[in-house]
């Protein structure tokens, strides 16, 4: 709860994985990978409740064990092709339909796991204070990166432009903060929750350091989060 808002946070953690096999309950730095978001879910003490959508055993189990409430999730909503709004409807619905609502749902994607207490309560704080319907957590991008722009003619030519090549001759100081949005916390009011709404064009967005908000899409993404893990718990921080 924070200025009298009430905030539930979702985390979905099906069985299947395309791009690393059964990542969820993977082992990640001597712990199940979902473990580390239950862990900050239950550190941050905005939350109202969490609560796990999840197709496969060993997740709920450890959902258990944290104190996590399961929602089983249905097949339909557990197969590669389905959609995250669905399942994130489908736990709105079943939540409303027990007599609980929230006036923010938060999503927190296992794929995230340096993604702190901390990290999701300035998330909760600063969609209440910009009064938005929806927010992401977004880090910062480098232009030297030599960013580009991607687009297709009618004819299927591939056109670029070079973000970078625009901003070459400013100084530093005038050059565009670039941000991209990371995946690490999502926030919509329930009412923007609809089967038509759109989630990943946040209206507002809080930012998060670049570690915290690394993600996991392959085995090389999960080698460098548990490296990152290990040396955060032997640091004790």
Not at 56 to 74: S, T
Not at 179 to 194: E, K
Request: one cysteine or more; a positive charge.
């Amino acid at each position: 709860m924070y200025k009298g808002k009430s905030f539930a946070a979702i985390v979905p953690a099906r069985a299947g994985s395309k791009g690393v096999k059964g990542k969820n309950r993977r082992l990640c730095a001597g712990k199940p990978l979902v473990s580390w978001t239950f862990e900050a879910a239950r550190a941050c003490s905005l939350l109202d409740g969490v609560y796990c959508s999840t197709d496969d055993p060993a997740v709920a189990h450890c959902a258990a064990r944290y104190g996590v409430e399961v929602l089983p999730r249905p097949k339909r909503l557990a197969t590669d092709e389905a959609k995250m709004l669905g399942v994130i409807l489908d736990v709105k619905q079943r939540l409303e339909k027990s007599g609980r609502k929230f006036d923010y749902l938060v999503l927190l994607q296992p794929t995230s796991p340096l993604r702190t207490a901390s990290d999701i309560s300035r998330a909760l704080k600063q969609i209440v204070r910009d009064n938005t319907a929806s927010l992401a957590s977004v880090s910062p991008v480098d232009l030297r990166a030599g960013l580009l722009v991607l687009g297709k003619k009618k004819n299927g030519a591939l056109l670029t432009h070079s973000l970078a090549a625009d901003c070459a001759d400013l100084p530093r100081q005038q050059k565009p903060l670039l941000f991209r949005v990371d995946g690490a916390v999502y926030v919509w009011r329930n009412s923007f929750l609809t089967p038509h709404c759109v989630l990943n064009a946040p209206q507002s967005a809080v930012v998060l350091p670049e570690n915290h908000a690394r993600d996991i899409d392959t085995p090389a993404d999960f080698k460098v989060c548990e490296e990152l893990l290990n040396a955060q718990v032997q640091s004790g921080k």
